[in-house]
Each structure stands twice: as structure tokens, then as C-alpha cells.
């Protein structure tokens, strides 16, 4: 098997920091070693087919975005990235596995959705990835399809208490997901906004002309989002089942997170860096038209408000346990654009897997979260979180070589073209500026990412298949 030694670098996991040389032998971490040790008399410096000097730089395990919608139906159009794009550029940005999910629409056999998504992922892909199962039609044929899921090594699905019409649940169906789901071992994955609430206050804001992209963010009050995120712990409570609320972005569901944890109940938060850095005002309230880039659910939190400072809090102490993306592009021409005088047919996501590590990395740079802390929520806590630590979210022996050797002397400027690589015709992460650079990408052992080349392949990516949560006990 060809080694590769990544010497000089300071190697940094959830729990601390230090200067070490790694062995790749093959897919896997071999060894860590004292810098500058032999193994029985052999310098491996010399030795190692390849050799990459991490002098200066922090060598991190690789990124697990556990939020992706590649190729999501949403909205009469799809997301503009699919598995070769979107995984692509996650590579590009210290990315090397995601989680996406497998859509059930209404009507269809859960089964029949999870092979369709194993159709489009196959051979497309240049880093791992694993499923998580979307249940759009929560009927007794698909509580008995998810009884299936531990098996196909899926571990987790999702409900959506928003969207009437199109992947919403109701109290009674989420009650019986949530019960199937406890007794399977299952993670419940739940979107969080009371949809026909949501429904009525859109209906009203349009009659009275209200029709741009920033009603999308009135219409999706934090309330909406408070009230289903404790609706949806309570429901958990009830039947045992552990809970993940994804996306996040109300400090209100904040609360209600922290506080159903405070009662030692399993029940975990996301967040995604647009709650962190973006707002209702400055990005969903630009002039024109120009807000739908940053359309999505849940929506940009007003900055007078603070909540995107609450959730950096949330994120330092643990009452947020991880970010991912909920990386779901669409272009304005095409796909936005549908929604110009009506902001309710705005297609909702935004695009961010390639800018994850970076956006979060700031965060050091600010001093708003540690170092170890970035390694924890970008990479240990999504691989502990889904099943896939020890394999993925670590760098120790026996360990994937999913490897970032990050520059924090570098700098990454976001903007368009030639600087991103997702599949989009905008960014909307235009204009912002990281103190620190992904210079070198391994994934399985196999460097993807170098120096500004990609040297990936698509299919080299696999399916990974999950472990439950291990979290619990
Ligand atoms: N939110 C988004 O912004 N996009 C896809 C689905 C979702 O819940
Ligand atoms: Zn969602
Ligand atoms: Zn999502």
C-alpha cells in the first residue's frame, strides 16, 4: 500500500493540540509519531512514497458536513448542485464526508426513494458519504420501511414540521415516526417551524403587497420556531426517541434546546454558519431582489435581536452541539427568479458545504469558539453525532486518512467565479474574507486537494454505512 507522511504539522483534535507526524498507510492513519522518530531505524521522511510538510500549518481530521441536499426536488426546480458538483467542492473546502438525505415524497414507497438516491450518489462522488432518510409520507407502510433502515446502515431520518402540502407531518404522524423511531434505535432529525401557521402569516403578507424576499423572514417568525421546537421535544419526551433539531436559528429554540438538555433528555442542536454571520436586515432585506440569495428555512434572524451572537454563545457552550450546512443551491436565473413578486415561490437554500470549514475557522480567528472546539463541531461531534467516529472525526491509528492540513498564515477570499467551486451562479458568501487557507485535502489516503489543484475523482467517494448515535447510552 503507498504511505504518505505528513511531517511538521501541529495536529489538533476536539480535545487538544499537538506537534506530531502522521503515517498513512493506504486509506488509513497507521501511526502518529513524535516529530522526528524513526520506526525500527527507518526515517520516514525519506521513505514514505509521498511526503507532505505540515511545517507552520494545523493538521485536522476532515470535515463532516451532516446536512446536504444535493439534487433536492424543492420548490417546482433542484438543487442546482448534485453529487459530482456538491462534493467537489466540499473536497475544495476541507469537506470529506457529508450526510445527504434521501427524499420519501408523498405517495412514495420510502424503499423506492432510498434506491433512487443510492442511483444518484453512485459513482458521482469525489469524498464519502451516508444517507439520512427524509420521511415525507408517514404512513404504517413507511414506519415499517424505517424498522429496515439500521440494516441498509442508515441511522437517522428526518421530519419536517413546515411545508403543508409537501414534507410536512402532522402531531399525530410525528408521534408515531417518533415511536417507531425510539424502539429502531433511530435518530429523529426534525424541521423545526410550525408550517401551517407559517402558511397563513405568507397568505397575509402577500394580500397586503408585501411580496420581497425579506416577508420570507417576517412570515417565518422565531415564534413559529420556538413553539415546534418545544412541540417537537415534548413529542420526543413522550416516546423516548432521540432528537436532533436541524437548522437551528432562533435563540428562543436555542433556549429550548439547552433547557430540555439541562433535564438531561437526548436532545441535540445544529446550527449552520449563515445563523452565525448573516441577518434578516443586512442579507434577506437587500435591495430589490437581491435577498432571495439568502432565502431559506429557517430563515436570518434580525441582528437586533442578537441572535446570531447568542448562537456563537450556544455554540461555545455546548447548548449547540455542531454546524453543518443545509447546503441546498439554487440559481437566481432559473430558480430564484421564480419567486420575483411573490418571495412564498423562492426556492429556500443556500449554498455553503465548500466554505463550512473556513466560515467556522473565523470563528477562532475572532476568538468566538477554540481551536479544538472548530475541530469538535466541523468533524468529531458530526462523526459521534451519526455513527461514524473511530472511522471518520478523529486522526488516530486505524482511522480513515480523511486528512485537512489547514494554514492558519493563509487567506481564503469567498466571492464568485474561480473562488467557489458549488455549482451557483452567485455566492452568498460574497465578500467574505478567512484568515486561513485549505491547502492540502486526503481523502482515504488519497490527497484530493493541493496547492489550489484538484486532484480528485468522482466515484472515489463511498457510501458510508452508520453506527446509532454515540451519543447514547
Ligand atoms: N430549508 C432550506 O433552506 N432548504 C431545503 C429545505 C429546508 O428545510
Ligand atoms: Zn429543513
Ligand atoms: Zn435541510
Given at each position: 500500500m503507498p504511505t504518505t507522511f505528513i511531517t511538521g504539522g501541529t495536529v489538533v483534535s476536539a480535545t487538544g493540540r499537538t506537534a506530531a507526524d502522521i503515517l498513512v498507510d493506504g486509506e488509513r492513519i497507521a501511526a502518529l509519531l513524535e516529530p522526528g522518530s524513526t520506526v525500527l531505524g527507518t526515517d520516514l521522511a525519506r521513505t514514505a512514497d509521498t511526503v507532505i510538510d505540515a511545517t507552520g500549518k494545523y493538521v485536522v481530521p476532515g470535515g463532516i458536513d451532516a446536512h446536504t441536499h444535493m439534487s433536492m426536488p424543492f420548490g417546482g426546480t433542484t438543487a442546482s448542485d448534485d453529487f459530482e458538483t456538491g462534493t467537489r467542492a466540499a473536497a475544495w473546502g476541507g469537506t470529506t464526508t457529508i450526510i445527504d438525505f434521501a427524499v420519501q415524497k408523498f405517495g412514495e414507497r420510502l424503499q423506492d426513494s432510498l434506491a433512487t438516491w443510492h442511483e444518484m450518489a453512485a459513482g458521482q462522488c469525489a469524498i464519502d458519504y451516508g444517507f439520512h432518510q427524509i420521511v415525507g409520507d408517514v404512513n404504517d407502510a413507511s414506519l415499517q420501511a424505517l424498522r429496515?433502515?439500521?440494516?441498509?446502515?442508515?441511522t437517522s431520518y428526518k421530519l419536517f414540521m413546515a411545508y403543508p402540502g409537501v414534507f410536512y407531518s402532522d402531531d399525530a404522524q410525528i408521534l408515531r415516526a417518533m415511536q417507531t423511531g425510539a424502539s429502531t434505535g433511530l435518530m429523529t432529525m426534525m424541521h423545526a417551524e410550525n408550517g401551517p401557521a407559517i402558511d397563513v402569516l405568507v397568505g397575509q403578507l402577500l394580500e397586503q403587497g408585501k411580496t420581497d424576499p425579506y416577508y420570507h423572514g417576517i412570515a417565518r417568525a422565531w415564534q413559529l420556531e420556538e413553539e415546534a421546537t418545544h412541540r417537537a421535544i415534548m413529542l420526543a419526551d413522550l416516546t423516548g426517541a432521540p432528537l436532533y433539531v436541524v437548522h437551528v436559528s432562533a435563540k428562543q429554540a436555542v433556549a429550548q434546546v439547552a433547557s430540555a438538555r439541562d433535564r438531561g433528555r437526548n436532545v441535540f442542536g445544529e446550527t449552520c454558519p449563515q445563523y452565525l454571520y448573516l441577518s434578516l436586515e443586512e442579507q434577506l432585506g437587500a435591495p430589490g431582489f437581491e435577498g432571495a440569495k439568502?432565502?431559506?428555512?429557517?430563515?436570518?434572524?434580525?441582528?437586533?435581536?442578537?441572535?446570531?451572537?447568542?448562537?456563537?454563545?450556544?455554540?461555545?457552550?455546548?447548548?449547540?452541539?455542531?454546524?453543518?450546512?443545509?447546503?441546498?443551491?439554487?440559481c437566481m436565473k432559473g430558480q430564484k427568479d421564480m419567486g420575483v413578486g411573490d418571495f412564498s415561490k423562492i426556492p429556500n437554500g443556500i449554498g455553503s458545504v465548500e466554505h463550512r470549514m473556513d466560515l467556522m475557522y473565523q470563528g477562532v480567528v475572532e476568538g468566538r469558539i477554540s481551536l479544538e472546539r472548530w475541530v469538535?463541531?466541523?468533524?468529531?461531534?458530526?462523526?459521534?453525532?451519526?455513527?461514524?467516529?473511530?472511522?471518520?472525526?478523529?486522526?488516530?491509528?486505524?482511522?480513515?486518512?480523511?486528512v485537512v492540513i489547514y494554514d492558519p498564515n493563509g487567506h481564503t477570499s469567498i466571492g464568485l467565479g474561480k473562488t467557489h467551486h458549488m455549482n451557483m451562479d452567485h455566492s452568498a458568501w460574497e465578500g467574505f474574507e478567512i484568515d486561513g487557507h485549505v491547502d492540502t485535502v486526503l481523502s482515504r489516503g488519497k490527497v484530493v486537494v493541493d496547492a489550489g489543484e484538484y486532484l480528485g475523482r468522482k466515484g472515489d467517494g463511498r457510501f458510508v454505512r452508520r453506527d446509532p448515535c454515540q451519543y447514547l447510552i
Open positions: 429496515g433502515l439500521p440494516d441498509e446502515g442508515i439568502w432565502v431559506c428555512s429557517t430563515p436570518l434572524r434580525s441582528r437586533a435581536e442578537h441572535h446570531q451572537d447568542h448562537m456563537w454563545q450556544a455554540l461555545r457552550t455546548n447548548d449547540i452541539q455542531m454546524v453543518a450546512t443545509d447546503h441546498c443551491p439554487f469538535e463541531i466541523t468533524s468529531t461531534t458530526p462523526a459521534r453525532m451519526f455513527g461514524l467516529y473511530g472511522r471518520k472525526g478523529v486522526l488516530a491509528p486505524g482511522a480513515d486518512a480523511d
